[in-house]
């Protein structure tokens, strides 16, 4: 062992062991940030939500990963509920909510945000803020008086600022230094019913653990029916299981990684300088596979068989579209043409004239042109790039 490799494995070692030191004495900060994730167990997580939400629902009750747009899409089902926590949601999936609405489902959105159009069709305008440090959400119902849950830390102070006269206000925000402002409503909508909660924090770790706040909760949810309630729970909150992470949640493991990754990166450099033995120069092999392409094209050119060479491209291609795009080829009917539309995202017009020109190069008896099968060849190119 030279001298020089003893003076970087000792900087090393101090290295790890100062690193070690910090990571041993630093205080833990508690994230405050407001998340709603389901598997975050920090006061404004939805942990402590998502453990007891099969008892709030009696177990009659599903989490959904995937957008409403693309669930309702492949899914008919009877009346329900719907549940929708402070998502981001597209434009495509709330009109599949306000479709199921319409047809006798009962939609519960508790998020502080929800696009103006489709507040404008529940009923209510864009909420307004308030900058209390305190507040407290009750319910207007006489049998609900006695449940409320106080918000002492960061409310959003939101309220709605507009009120349609068809729209029943069921909760409120109630501020010491301001006029009270409904924060919970229900609005008609077809069949169905819509109830809007713009204070999501209620249902978060931090004040679902405080003594007496979920019944505020119990409250809230007992407004939807005695059905099957779908929860839409964003796919990108689903935890992740991979090595690494679990690596990195240990401690112990955690240190261990980064001496590995220490170790690493000094055998890289102390072996970047190794000698390197002169490489003899090896031509490479021709390409014979371009040459015999090249005499094959020549062949049929000179042959000037225009016919066959459109049914091997038209041969090609569709053996192409059953691999690539996994799609039917045994009948080129219109259903074909409207998938090859979907998934290559080409126009009717080039999907139609394509598949006309394949069908005359698998007739044996159609004339056909070079003309014809110069432009069968720019058709099916620009389909599947």
Not at 22 to 46: C, I, M, Q
Not at 133 to 142: C, F, M
């Amino acid at each position: 062992m030279n001298k020089t490799f003893k003076i970087y494995a000792v900087i090393f070692i101090i290295i790890m062991v100062i690193l070690a030191l910090l990571e041993v004495s630093k205080k833990e900060v508690t994230d405050w940030r407001k998340n709603f994730d389901v598997n975050e167990k920090s006061p404004f997580g939805l942990f402590v939500f998502n453990k007891e939400i099969k008892d709030l629902f009696k177990n009659n009750f599903t989490k959904i990963d995937v957008t409403p747009y693309d669930y309702y899409s492949e899914k008919n089902k009877k009346p329900h509920n719907i549940l929708v926590v402070e998502s981001e949601v597209d434009q495509e999936s709330w009109n599949k909510i306000l479709d199921e609405v319409s047809k006798g489902s009962d939609a519960m959105i508790i998020a502080t945000r929800i696009p103006k159009n489709i507040s404008d069709s529940i009923g209510f305008y864009n909420s307004k803020i308030s900058f209390e440090e305190q507040n407290v959400l009750k319910l207007t119902d006489k049998k609900y008086q006695n449940d409320f849950i106080e918000l002492d830390k960061f409310p959003s102070g939101r309220g709605f600022s507009y009120i349609k006269p068809n729209v029943q206000v069921l909760g409120k925000t109630v501020e010491k230094n301001n006029e009270d402002q409904a924060n919970f409503i229900k609005a008609t909508f077809g069949k169905g019913n819509i109830y809007v909660h713009c204070e999501p924090l209620f249902l978060t770790n931090y004040y679902l653990l405080k003594s007496g706040n979920v019944k505020y909760a119990q409250s809230i949810f007992s407004y939807l029916g005695d059905k099957e309630t779908i929860w839409f729970v964003e796919s990108n909150t689903k935890e992740s299981s991979s090595l690494l992470r679990f690596i990195l949640a240990n401690p112990a493991l955690k240190y261990a990684w980064w001496v590995f990754l220490g170790g690493i990166v000094l055998f890289i450099f102390f072996n970047v300088k190794r000698k390197q033995r002169i490489v003899p120069i090896i031509e490479p092999l021709k390409n014979t596979s371009a040459d015999f392409v090249k005499s094959i094209g020549n062949l049929y050119l000179q042959e000037g068989d225009f016919h066959d060479m459109m049914a091997k491209k038209a041969q090609y291609f569709l053996n192409k579209v059953r691999l690539d795009l996994l799609i039917d080829t045994q009948n080129l009917d219109e259903e074909f043409s409207k998938k090859l539309q979907l998934k290559t995202g080409k126009s009717a017009e080039l999907v139609n004239e394509a598949i006309s020109l394949i069908k005359k190069a698998q007739d044996p008896y159609a004339g056909v042109m070079k003309e014809d099968l110069g432009r069968m060849n720019k058709l099916l190119d620009g389909i599947l790039k």
